[in-house]
């Protein structure tokens, strides 16, 4: 069973970065689709932010395109989420979560079956 838990998340100024990691027990392995989502609130439904392959095939919602940046580090077994650039609307909980296969086209939160906790990352100006 795959365990996931996020990292890095923080308070930055606008503009500022951080680095977002996200590992765990039962490493999906070496062909799986990892992603981020990102939500304000419990009760609003998670937002797709950016999908990566374990062959580094990547896709990311067009309101990070230019600022974030998820990559999959195979020997260590973590996803990273870079965030640069940040702005007041980035402020939510992220989330990484993964399942066994290729991505599909920008999938839902649905499609997923491991996810970790959360990581809250809140911007200030």
């Known amino acids: 069973q795959v365990q996931l838990a996020e990292s890095g998340g923080g308070s930055v100024q606008t503009g500022g970065s951080l680095t977002l990691s996200c590992g765990g027990k039962?490493?999906?392995?070496?062909?799986?689709?990892m992603a981020w989502f990102r939500q304000v609130g419990k009760e609003r439904e998670r937002e797709w932010v950016e999908q990566v392959e374990s062959d580094g095939t990547a896709d990311h919602a067009d309101s990070v395109k230019g600022r974030f940046t998820a990559a999959i580090d195979n020997v260590k077994n973590i996803l990273v989420l870079q965030l640069n650039n940040l702005s007041r609307e980035d402020t939510a909980m992220y989330f990484c979560?993964?399942?066994?296969?290729?991505?599909?086209?920008?999938?839902?939160?649905?499609?997923?079956?491991?996810w970790g906790q959360g990581t809250q990352v809140t911007v200030f100006s």
């Open positions: 039962g490493w999906p392995g070496s062909r799986a689709c």
């Open positions: 979560a993964a399942r066994g296969g290729s991505c599909p086209n920008r999938p839902s939160q649905w499609y997923f079956t491991a």
